[in-house]
């Protein structure tokens, strides 16, 4: 039978081989169409939770419009909302958990492609113009980004040299699942984080990531957020 962690990683490895077999056509994608990918991620999302989303809107809407509803009614629709939140979150999971294997697969060659190229070349957006006007490592020269492979991170001028490899893959799954997983030193916790990060981002309500200490924070924030603003 094992020991609870031989079964939970058993468990996982599904995963593992379903993020492999994407990630080949996630390779042969352009810089640009790599990108796009999060906005695709994104809409899927969007409608995948339309409904109840659109629902929790009206709702809203109606609280505004009519400021003298009836107070028991205010709190049906209150009850209503956090029904409708509820479901909205379990179904926002339910498509993670569906477009997870191309997510991190996203996330990997985008590692990959700054591990093997000095400078990752995409059109310019808005965001990219912004982030160059205060960033040496990025620069953009008419309609074109350019992203450096080397950028400062907790003082220190990094080469970014990490690539995510099948234990990182199984560390993001299991913290998506919102289970702990223990890994010894030099498994890549930190690189481990931008799967489950970069994931959960993407329905737009925000996530956490809690380190040990404020410079650690500084650092890893520095140090992987290229690969999030990229």
């Known amino acids: 039978m094992g020991t609870k962690a031989d079964r939970d990683l058993r468990a996982v490895k599904p995963y593992v081989q379903k993020i492999k077999d994407v990630y080949e056509s996630i390779s042969q994608l352009s810089n640009d169409e790599l990108r796009a990918k999060t906005i695709e991620f ?18 809203k809407a109606r609280f505004e419009s009519e400021p003298d509803i009836d107070i028991h009614e205010k709190e049906k629709q209150y009850e209503l909302i956090d029904q409708l939140d509820k479901r909205s979150y379990e179904k926002s999971q339910e498509i993670l958990d569906e477009i997870l294997p191309e997510v991190f697969s996203v996330m990997k060659e985008t590692a990959k492609r ?14 990219d113009r912004n982030l160059a006007a205060t960033r040496d490592s990025i620069n953009v020269v008419g309609d074109k980004a350019y992203y450096d492979n080397k950028w400062m991170a907790g003082g220190s001028l990094i080469t970014w040299d990490m690539v995510h490899y099948d234990v990182q893959l199984v560390g993001g799954v299991i913290l998506h699942q919102g289970k702990i997983a223990e890994m010894s030193t030099g498994e890549g916790k930190t690189l481990v984080a931008t799967l489950p990060v970069f994931l959960n981002a993407l329905p737009g309500k ?16 520095e140090w992987m ?6």
């Open 225 to 230: 957020g290229t690969l999030y603003e990229f």
């Open 114 to 127: 700054f591990t093997e190229n000095e400078k990752v070349e995409v059109t310019a957006t808005e965001m």
């Open 206 to 221: 925000g996530v956490h990531l809690v380190t040990v200490n404020d410079y650690l924070a500084k650092r890893d924030s």
């Open 42 to 59: 994104r809409n899927r999302i969007t409608e995948y939770i339309s409904e109840e989303e659109n629902q929790i809107k009206a709702i």
